[in-house]
Each structure stands twice: as C-alpha cells, then as structure tokens.
C-alpha cells in the first residue's frame, strides 16, 4: 500500500502571505528609493512608481490582516470569509498586474545601465513587482481552489469553522 501524500492547505496560504508581505515591504522600500532619487535629482513624478508604492502598502496592510484573521480566527461578515479574500486578492491582483507591466513597459532596456546605482534599484523593483504578483496568483489559485472544493466561500478565510464555537452567523 502506497504511503498516503497530504499536507494542509491554511500553513500554505499562511507561508504565501508571509512571503507577499516581506515582497511587498521590499517593493514598498525600493518604490520609495526611487521616488525619492527622482524628485530629488531629476525632479519629475513617476505616477506608475506611486501606483506600485500604494499597491506594496495596500497588500502588506491585507496580508498582516488575513495573517491576524488566520491566527486569532477573526469572524467578521463578509470581509474575513472566503469570498471577500477571493474578492480582495482579484484587485489586488489587477493593481499588481497592471502595476507591474507599465513600470516594465516604462523602464524598458534597463539592463544596459547596470553600472548605475538607480538601474540597479529599478532592477529589483522590477523583479520583486513581478514576484509578488506571481505569489499573489499562486494565493488566489491556491485559495480558490481550496474554498471551491469545499463549498466554503461563505466560510470564514482561517479555514478552521466551528458551527459550535463560531460567534460566525451568516
């Protein structure tokens, strides 16, 4: 008889949060950097560098809520189900997708210029934009997957429902 293969999926949503948050910090620093070298050297606004700045700060805020939610298994209405993740992580999944392709497109031929510190920073900013949306899509196929599987989108999001210990009423 073959060895049975299982692992559970809330350590994996809580390790890809826990991975989304410490990329979205970085972003949110090197967003930071670069916003501060261009007004202060070449004084001109980046619009798209302030849209990946607020999506880092937006995504590192939802991330310490779900981690918290998990951990403490908050029980809110819609927010802390299921769904209201799903929701949440779609447009977040579209600020980083959109975020991330115009600062691609914008900063295009960037890797001729690594001798500069500021292509350097715009490198990085680059790579952790695209692998914070690649964890975030892994996240919401993981998460809706799972919830999908069992009939849980109106459950709460830490995954742990307990009809008789659940202050949850839907």
Not at 54 to 68: D, K, N, P, R, S
Not at 93 to 120: H, K, L, Y
Not at 124 to 149: E, M, N, Q
Request: proline letters at 3%; glycine letters at 4%.
């Amino acid at each position: 008889m073959a060895p049975k293969l299982s692992f559970e999926i809330p350590p994996v949503r809580l390790g890809l949060y826990a991975i989304l948050t410490l990329f979205s910090l970085i972003l949110f620093c090197l967003t930071a950097t670069r916003l501060h070298y261009t007004n202060t050297n070449l004084n001109f606004y980046e619009s798209y560098a302030a849209e990946l700045i607020f999506t880092g700060l937006v995504t590192m805020i939802w991330c310490i809520f779900v981690i918290l939610a998990m951990f403490k298994r908050f029980e809110f209405r819609f927010i802390t189900t299921f769904l209201g993740e799903i929701v949440v992580l779609v447009i977040l999944w579209f600020f980083w997708v959109v975020g991330a392709g115009i600062a691609s497109t914008s900063w295009a031929g960037i890797d001729n210029c690594q001798q500069f510190e500021a292509c350097r920073v715009l490198s990085a900013l680059l790579a952790f934009a695209w692998l914070s949306w690649i964890t975030l899509t892994a996240l919401l196929i993981v998460t809706v997957l799972f919830s999908v599987a069992n009939h849980a989108l109106q459950q709460p999001l830490h995954g742990r429902w307990d009809p008789r210990i659940s202050a949850y009423s839907a």
